[in-house]
T-cell receptor, first 116, second 110 residues
Framework: GAVVSQHPSWVICKSGTSVKIECRSLDFQATTMFWYRQFPKQSLMLMAT?????????EQGVEKDKFLINHASLTLSTLTVTSAHPEDSSFYICSARLAGSHSEQYFGPGTRLTVT | DAKTTQPPSMDCAEGRAANLPCNHS???????VYWYRQIHSQGPQYIIH???NNETNEMASLIITEDRKSSTLILPHATLRDTAVYYCIASTGANSKLTFGKGITLSVRP
């Protein structure tokens, strides 16, 4: 149980275009989802916390107008990288926390974004 | 959330127990100790968490010292597939984000 999926698993896009990444909790409801970014040989950096039905909370230094987050249901959150640039190339990972608990987060497999 | 400190790396032989240490000397009373691991190019995987009692599940055991200033994750019979970066994180859990440090790289050798 507690499986989180991401789609796509990898994407290549041209500079200036937008890319949408989906994060789904497959067998549980998640009131809170998190989006992380990981550059090569570095640790995960939290970008934003997404609560179902409300606006996302962004970490300091993360541009909310560039990284649009929508959490429309208890099983789906999306991250849209707008006007992508090569420096946005990274590994994007989402996680979901079980509703009604203070327990662990379950992570998706990640999405590798390459901007050319 | 309290800061945690882990050695950068360690190795162990396949089939032997891997004991991964973590220091969290400033942990507060309502903070749990969480362990996750990340195998190369994959999303992190939850392993175990605890508050003050020792915990065990099908993956590992978590031993927390009585003063809660440190803990040890034990993989009882390490396999090559356990080679990964292991993260020890202190967090209150409820609505709280996880702050990942550099973790410890465990290499299991044949």
């Amino acid at each position: 149980g507690a499986v989180v999926s991401q789609h796509p698993s990898w994407v290549i896009c041209k500079s200036g275009t937008s890319v949408k990444i989906e994060c789904r909790s497959l067998d549980f409801q998640a009131t809170t989802m998190f989006w992380y970014r990981q550059f090569p040989k570095q640790s995960l950096m939290l970008m934003a916390t997404s609560n179902e039905g409300s606006k996302a909370t962004y970490e300091q230094g993360v541009e909310k107008d560039k990284f649009l987050i929508n959490h429309a249901s208890l099983t789906l959150s999306t991250l849209t990288v707008t006007s992508a640039h090569p420096e946005d190339s990274s590994f994007y990972i989402c996680s979901a926390r079980l509703a009604g608990s203070h327990s662990e987060q379950y992570f998706g497999p990640g999405t590798r974004l390459t901007v050319t | 959330d309290a800061k945690t400190t882990q050695p950068p790396s360690m190795d162990c032989a396949e089939g032997r127990a891997a004991n991964l240490p973590c220091n969290h000397s400033t942990i507060s009373g309502n903070e749990y100790v969480y362990w996750y691991r990340q195998i190369h190019s994959q999303g992190p995987q939850y392993i175990i968490h605890g508050l003050k009692n020792n915990e065990t599940n099908e993956m590992a055991s978590l031993i927390i010292t009585e003063d809660r200033k440190s803990s040890t994750l034990i993989l009882p019979h390490a396999t090559l597939r356990d080679t990964a970066v292991y993260y020890c994180i202190a967090s209150t859990g409820a609505n709280s984000k996880l702050t990942f440090g550099k973790g410890i790289t465990l290499s299991v050798r044949p």
